[in-house]
């Protein structure tokens, strides 16, 4: 979990300057695509550089779904913005378009982390019990049933299992155990929930991830793909691997059951992030080695070559604390990158509604690491949902 970022009180009054960030006040900042008031800051409108998020009270970690974002407090408890088609905002209500404003996701306590998907949102709670929320046509909600849910719900079927980290995907979520081991639910068209076969029926229970015995300790989910870090630091790969982002070399697709990513050796992995048809990885050493998709150089290798179907090392990135990769349109492969770098944001990719921070008039995409101008003193988190990131 992130550790705070300073925060004095305030309040969610429009006048609001977004255009002088005081993340030094409300603890986090958005900016790029808004349509669904993802950005959090009361309005609309696209931004290209960033925008408070208008929550007065101190932000821990962010976390972004396709178009809604979250933020866990040092309250422990959670704020949710953007789109609420599908109850993803955890109100209590679904279905009435963007919301602009943050507002606190309903009966949430003694939360400790987040996780945004495609149009559902996870927490896991102090207890290492997790609950769900939003769209679960799918199952990814893992409470047994395909309703949809505008409150959270508790993920049923782990027994006395203590969860220590969660991912949701597009359709899928993934939650690790403290036994090293790992549960999907949710989507398994293509072989994301890593049990060795694809299935068009819904999983709304957990099930175990086939890993082969490997114990490990982090995970994430991309849109229709999951990616583990075992304990030896190597990364496994699973799903949809129709742009490389499984790391197998090829584009042999589906991959339902997981294999070692390729072309990682001599280096150790400590955390990994899945984006639209890429996979990023930091290494222990702070540097980020990436693979899949590169059509808007969401790699940061300095290159548009597309795809990389070895792992390749972002330009210049040092001392990296952590990563996020985003999401585009769908199946498209066309997404943008975030990390902290030495204490600063950096940004990537696609930057076609500002997404990479670095102001207009040009929304050219972008193949290497370049800095986005915060408020934020000493970043500890980034999130990159569908064109619109966040940081705290």
Not at 89 to 104: C, D, F, N, R
Not at 139 to 157: F, I, Y
Not at 294 to 306: E, I, K, M, W, Y
């Amino acid at each position: 979990m992130a550790a705070p970022v300073a925060a004095a009180a305030g309040n969610n009054e429009p006048e609001h300057n977004n255009d002088k960030p005081a993340a030094a006040l409300h603890g986090a900042e958005s900016w790029g695509f808004n349509s669904a008031g993802q950005l959090g800051n009361g309005a609309t409108d696209d931004r290209d550089t960033a925008t408070t998020v208008h929550i007065p009270e101190q932000v821990l970690t962010v976390a972004a779904g396709d178009s809604h974002g979250l933020a866990l407090l040092a309250n422990h408890t959670v704020k949710a913005w953007g789109s609420n088609s599908s109850g993803q905002l955890g109100y209590g209500v679904s279905g009435k378009g963007g919301q602009a404003e943050p507002g606190t996701v309903a009966g949430l306590g003694n939360v400790k982390a987040i996780a945004g998907g495609g149009a559902h949102s996870l927490a896991l709670l102090n207890n290492g019990t997790v609950m769900a929320w939003g769209l679960n046509n799918r199952g990814q909600l893992g409470d047994g049933t395909t309703t949809n849910r505008d409150r959270p719900v508790a993920v049923t079927g782990l027994g006395a299992a203590k969860v220590t980290a969660i991912s949701a995907g597009g359709l899928f979520s993934l939650v690790l155990l403290a036994d090293g081991t790992v549960r999907a639910f949710g989507d398994n068209s293509v072989g994301q929930l890593g049990i060795g076969s694809v299935d068009t029926d819904p999983h709304p229970t957990p099930v175990p991830v086939v890993l082969g015995g490997a114990k490990i300790k982090a995970i994430d989910a991309g849109p229709t793909h999951g990616l583990a870090v075992t304990a030896a630091g190597g990364v496994k790969g699973w799903g949809d691997n129709s742009s490389g982002q499984v790391g197998t070399g090829n584009q042999v697709t589906p991959q339902p059951t997981p294999v070692d990513v390729v072309g990682l050796g001599g280096v150790k992995v400590k955390a990994v992030s899945g984006g639209e048809g890429f996979s990023l990885a930091l290494l222990t050493n702070g540097k980020v080695r990436g693979w899949g998709s590169n059509a808007d150089g969401q790699l940061g290798d300095g290159t548009f070559v597309s795809p990389r179907l070895t792992p390749v090392e972002a330009v210049g990135l040092t001392g990296v604390t952590a990563i996020s990769a985003g999401i585009g349109p769908g199946g498209m492969g066309l997404a943008h990158s975030l990390a902290i770098a030495a204490g600063t944001v950096k940004a990537w990719g696609r930057n076609s509604f500002g997404q990479l921070g670095t102001g207009g008039p040009t929304t050219t995409s972008i193949n290497v690491p370049t800095t986005v101008r915060t408020g934020l003193s000493k970043p500890k988190s980034v999130a990159a949902g569908q064109n619109f990131s966040l940081a705290s």
